[in-house]
């Protein structure tokens, strides 16, 4: 793993000592675009790969292990009688008793899906009180808690989203700490098992668990999926080693006393979770990040469910950048924090950059400008690329097992989003709120996909006139195979949009409701270690991706 | 898909093939286009010098004057004419640019109209034979010689009579016509030289921009026959007929 990052770091100097060439440079305007482009890039990969470094070392020290082992009240246990129900086992931390709340956050969500959560939140080893809280304001959803056991919370406003939903409820609460659960994500029932011990330390703020995926049947939800496999298991450890991973909104318990110290969740923003953190560590909290999947849910299944959430973190991203820049003077932060929050507020500007790229083949077709001088080679730049992207897949590759089309693709045809993101940062422009995977009747795709329409339509044209000049001039360029390339990556997203709009136009239709989704055959990857030959020999085999490509499937 | 969608949708569609559609017009023009790596303006010019030395006694013209043909420029008196004068008298009197006079003085004359580019000899002087007293700039002679840097495919679309834009200094563009093309190689360089006709062409005209030695931009429309071409005369027929 080492080795692979630094000989991607090699392959990224070498591609940057490439285009910073003096003798290389093109015309300005495309030259910028690629200096740009790249720049963020490729800061942000260098970035990435000093965090993925840095993530090796295991949380849990001697003071969790030893509060883990005396982490139930046995004597209680024994006196009421209660060693069949792990539910009622009395939690304690550092000699005391603690009250623990779980909290699922509802808003409109399926009734089916709200009860497996919910039936799952009460069933958590360890004696908690579970309270749904209801943005949704909906009576079934009272009966179902009544059903099964957790308290029901409605509140009368829908003031600050789901941060002020928690706020509302942490009015109504006095537990010692509070877990987040979106109403989608099912907790495993260790999940205080795991978590809660880590408050043996006072500072510690908040733990933190990953978000793993139980749905990844569309193409959508599986590139969705994958582009944040790296960030949970990879990101956040390393994050975690600097006290700088921060909250998700999910999956997570926090310590009252800490949301108390800083006034709250915080609700200016739609991107509570980070700002939340944010704060915290500002006020020298502690936070902790356990890349153990103690909780599955729902990727965006949809382009508009996706659309919107990559809509909301990049907006809270931006909003940090510019609202609030961990580099001001008067942050109370360590400069591995404030590095590691300007990475998270600048990650999205990596969806920018392919906006730029995309550009460039036009602007060398339509009015002769490379970025690049002419005495290049077609060869060079093969060459050069894949210095630079060859060790991206491959590193892909090796983190996640496989280098996934899904993401390449999301990754390309994202920008809109991010473009539309900053914009409303900028202009101050506030957005809707929502729920990933929402239970409304669905809206076709194209709706939210309208600038990738547009721009497929461009590049097409684009490539008919530069395979005309082609022909006519009787030189293949790159120009034309970049260009055909990015058309070709569009295009497969247009053909994913056409195949889901046609699938949410069946649903919504109430026929073949029983259908699988066209787009999505299910795979299911085929293990079998019992029908490994027997060998004589000792066999060394690279470890199998494990614990958190085994959530994600 | 919502009315408004699909309205933004037809809009933004309609917006992209108009972007293209220019784009594709400005490519198609840059492709049929090629601008010179120097160009200048040139002029067929004449010599007039004396085959007999002598002293020049008088001097008409100086560098920039204008000339008819028949004007005398220099006045030349030789010793030697003088003498051959007395032995054979019928000998000069063939001569068409210059007369002699009994005393041995050679009168030189403009053969053609122009302008005095150059004066090699001053009043009061010896001049040797077969110095060159004046050169002159032929009147309504002007051209433009240009060189490019092309690839074979863009020479040979290269058309005998082909339309060349003409940019003076000052911005303006005379239109004008191939006249002749040649090839030579200079530094390993093949420089193709096209000399470019004009009726535009006068002298003086433009503030005297238009002078022999000017330096200017050509642009060489070479033949059209990339698959563009056609849609591209009827954008550019079109613009033209609504007057843009």
């Given at each position: 793993m080492i080795a692979l990052v630094l000989i991607s770091t090699l392959g990224i100097l070498l591609y940057g000592q490439f285009l910073l060439n003096p003798a290389n440079r093109?015309?300005?305007?495309?030259?910028?675009?690629?200096?740009?482009?790249?720049?963020?890039?490729?800061?942000?990969a260098l970035m990435a790969m000093w965090t993925i470094l840095s993530g090796g070392s295991d949380p849990r020290d001697f003071a969790f292990h030893q509060a883990q082992a005396a982490l139930y009240d046995r004597g209680a246990v024994s006196r009421r009688g209660l060693a069949d129900q792990r539910r009622e086992w009395p939690i304690v931390v550092g000699g005391r008793r603690r009250v623990v709340d779980v909290f699922v956050t509802v808003y409109g969500e399926e009734l089916e899906k709200i009860e497996t959560t919910v039936r799952a939140a009460v069933a958590m080893q360890g004696e908690h009180r579970t309270w749904v809280l209801d943005d949704g304001r909906s009576d079934e959803v009272r009966e179902l808690c009544g059903r099964l056991g957790a308290r029901y919370v409605r509140r009368l406003s829908g003031n600050g989203a789901k941060a002020g939903n928690v706020n509302h409820a942490l009015s109504l609460t006095d537990g010692d700490y509070f877990a987040i659960f979106d109403a989608d994500f099912v907790p495993d029932p260790m999940?205080?098992?795991e978590t809660v011990p880590f408050f043996v330390d006072e500072r510690v703020a908040f733990v933190q668990t990953p978000q793993a995926y139980g749905n990844l049947r569309s193409l959508v939800s599986r590139g969705a999926g994958y582009m944040q496999a790296v960030f949970y298991r990879f990101i956040q450890p390393g994050r975690n080693r600097f006290n700088a991973a921060f909250c998700v909104g999910t999956n997570v318990i926090f310590r009252r006393d800490a949301i108390d110290d800083i006034g709250g969740m915080f609700t200016d923003s739609k991107s509570e979770d980070v700002w939340t953190s944010l704060h915290l560590h500002e006020r020298g909290w502690r936070s902790v990040y356990i890349p153990s999947v103690l909780a599955i849910g729902d990727a965006p299944e949809t382009i508009e469910a996706y659309a919107k959430q990559q809509l909301r973190w990049a907006t809270g991203g931006f909003e940090i950048l510019l609202q609030h820049n961990p580099f001001g003077l008067n942050r109370r932060l360590t400069m591995d924090q404030r590095l590691q929050y300007t990475v998270t507020a600048t990650h999205y500007l990596t969806g920018i950059a392919p906006l730029l790229l995309l550009l460039v083949p036009p602007l060398e077709i339509f009015f002769d400008l490379r970025p690049m001088n002419l005495h290049i080679?077609?060869?060079q730049w093969v060459l050069f690329y894949a210095g630079f992207y060859v060790m991206q897949i491959v590193l892909a590759f090796y983190t996640l097992g496989s280098f996934r089309y899904e993401v390449l693709m999301l990754a390309t045809v994202s920008f809109p989003i991010y473009v539309k993101a900053l914009w409303n940062v900028i202009t101050g422009k506030d957005v809707g709120w929502h729920v990933t995977?929402?239970?409304r009747k669905a809206k076709s795709p194209f709706n939210f996909i309208i600038p990738q329409v547009l721009f497929f339509v461009f590049l097409a044209l684009t490539s008919l006139v530069a395979v005309g000049r082609d022909l006519d001039n009787r030189v293949l360029t790159l120009a034309t195979l970049w260009n055909l390339l990015n058309t070709l990556i569009l295009g497969s997203f247009m053909v994913v949009?056409?195949?889901?709009?046609?699938?949410?136009?069946i649903q919504n239709q109430g026929i073949g409701e029983r259908r699988r989704p066209v787009a999505a055959p299910v795979q299911q990857p085929v293990r079998q270690p019992e029908r490994q030959p027997v060998s004589v020999r000792t066999v060394i085999?690279?470890?199998?991706?494990?614990?958190?490509?085994?959530a994600i499937r | 898909m919502t009315w408004a969608s699909r309205m933004k949708l037809t809009v933004g569609v309609i917006v992209v093939v108009a972007l293209v559609a220019i784009?594709?017009?400005?490519?198609?023009?840059?492709q049929s286009e090629v601008v010179s790596s120097s160009a200048s303006i040139q002029a067929q010019r004449y010599e007039v010098g004396t085959e007999y030395s002598g002293d020049v006694i008088k001097q008409n013209v100086r560098v920039g004057d204008a000339v008819k043909a028949g004007d005398t420029l220099f006045e030349v008196r030789s010793s030697t004419v003088a003498e051959a004068l007395s032995t054979d008298p019928a000998r000069f009197a063939s001569s068409g640019s210059y007369t002699v006079s009994p005393d041995g003085t050679m009168s030189f004359v403009a053969t053609g109209d122009g302008t005095v580019s150059k004066v090699g000899a001053q009043v009061g002087t010896f001049v040797p034979n077969g110095t060159v007293l004046a050169?002159?700039?032929?009147?309504?002679?002007?051209?433009?010689?240009?060189d490019y840097r092309l690839t074979p495919r863009d020479y040979e679309r290269i058309e005998r009579g082909a339309r060349v834009g003409l940019m003076l200094p000052d911005r303006t563009t005379i239109p004008g016509t191939v006249d002749r093309v040649t090839v030579q190689t200079v530094n390993g360089v093949a420089r193709t030289r096209i000399r470019v006709v004009s009726d535009r062409l006068r002298e003086g005209a433009r503030g005297g921009l238009i002078a022999p030695g000017t330096p200017i931009e050509a642009t060489l429309s070479l033949r059209q026959d990339g698959i563009f071409a056609g849609a591209q005369d009827a954008v550019l027929a079109f613009l033209k007929k609504i007057g843009l």
């Open positions: 093109g015309d300005l305007l495309p030259y910028a675009m690629v200096i740009t482009a790249e720049a963020i890039l490729v800061v942000q999940f205080l098992h080679s077609v060869l995977g929402g239970a949009a056409a195949r889901e709009a046609r699938r949410l136009r085999a690279t470890p199998y991706p494990n614990r958190a490509e085994e | 784009f594709t017009v400005v490519f198609t023009q840059r050169t002159i700039d032929r009147a309504g002679s002007l051209f433009v010689e240009s």
